[in-house]
């Protein structure tokens, strides 16, 4: 009876392993199939567009008359947009997570911000457009700038900032809350010094996918940030927010679809992709940075 009984567990168990061998082995496929697109993805934009970057591609505004193509201007509204954007969503967001995993008592309060936030994170860009359009530009007054286009974007990339960073607020142990709180830490020092720095790699996650949203948004940027990007930058800042201005994903938008220039699209979807990778690497080195202090 024993035996059997012992025979009939090691026929169970070498069923389970097979069944998780097989199910690793279809998850390893199924990534290897996505970074092997994400490869490939990558390559075939750096290959088709690279050699349209030119310096005068990267340093000129576009001339009609002269029939040269440049996306310096592009470029700095994109870097602004990002910028400012994430000077104003980082610390709402941020913010708002915290009080919400750590201060807010009504739990059915949390839910219904949790449940919006979810909703509004799936909404269609073009309808953010349509709502900053109205309000920003028109409620407002700040017409069609990369003013609204901040504020824009800022109301659109809020959901992702406050999901992610409450997210990585919970996956801190409760153990660091109790033992700080143990030794007679107050709530706010427990949560600047111990939450934080051990969230930071998710509140990190948050602010690439913020920037990766922000860096393709076209269709919203349209409407209330213009798409004007024949005029180079000056030194001014508060005069250019108040101008409009075409990014990136907008100028990328027209020379593909609008005039049919796929030589200059490529290009500038290059341009696109290494500012991403190199905003990407500056966020994880800052991070790396405030992980050692």
């Known amino acids: 009876m024993v035996d059997a009984l012992s025979n009939n567990r090691k026929i169970t168990d ?43 591609f990267l340093t000129t505004a576009p001339n009609p008359i002269r029939q040269t193509i440049g996306i310096f201007p592009s470029i700095v509204n994109t870097l602004y947009i990002i910028l400012f954007t994430l000077i104003i969503c980082v610390p709402i967001g941020v913010g708002g997570a915290v009080y919400l995993n750590e201060y807010a008592k009504n739990k059915k309060f949390v839910r219904i911000i949790e449940f919006a936030t979810e909703t509004l994170s799936g909404i269609p860009s073009i309808l953010y457009g349509v709502f900053g359009y109205v309000v920003f530009c028109l409620l407002f007054n700040f017409k069609v700038s990369l003013l609204s286009g901040i504020l824009t ?16 607020l919970r996956s801190v142990p409760k153990s660091y ?7 007679g830490s107050t709530k706010w020092y427990m949560v600047r010094t111990i939450l934080l720095p051990s969230s930071l790699a998710g509140i990190l996650t948050g602010i690439i996918l913020s920037i990766g949203r922000m860096i393709s948004e076209s269709a919203a940027l349209l409407l209330v940030a213009g798409g004007s990007a024949m005029y180079m930058p000056k030194g001014n800042i508060l005069n ?26 490529f290009g500038i979807a290059a341009v696109l992709i290494i500012i991403v990778i190199l905003l990407n690497l500056l966020t994880r080195y800052t991070a790396g940075r405030l992980n050692k202090k």
């Not at 974007?153 to 900032?161: G, Q, R």
């Not at 809350?177 to 030794?183: P, V």
């Open 153 to 168: 974007l800022t109301i659109m990339v809020l959901p992702i900032m406050i999901r992610t960073s409450q997210e990585a």
């Open 177 to 183: 809350r109790e033992g700080a709180l143990g030794m």
């Open 14 to 56: 070498r069923k389970k392993r097979s069944f998780e061998k097989a199910f690793y082995t279809v998850i390893f496929l199924v990534s290897g199939c996505v970074l092997t697109l994400v490869i490939f993805f990558i390559l075939v934009i750096l290959i088709r567009g690279i050699p349209a970057v030119t310096w005068s």
């Open 240 to 265: 250019q927010l108040s101008g409009s201005g075409s990014t990136l994903s907008v100028e990328l938008y027209r020379y593909a679809y609008s005039r049919g220039d796929n030589k200059t699209a």
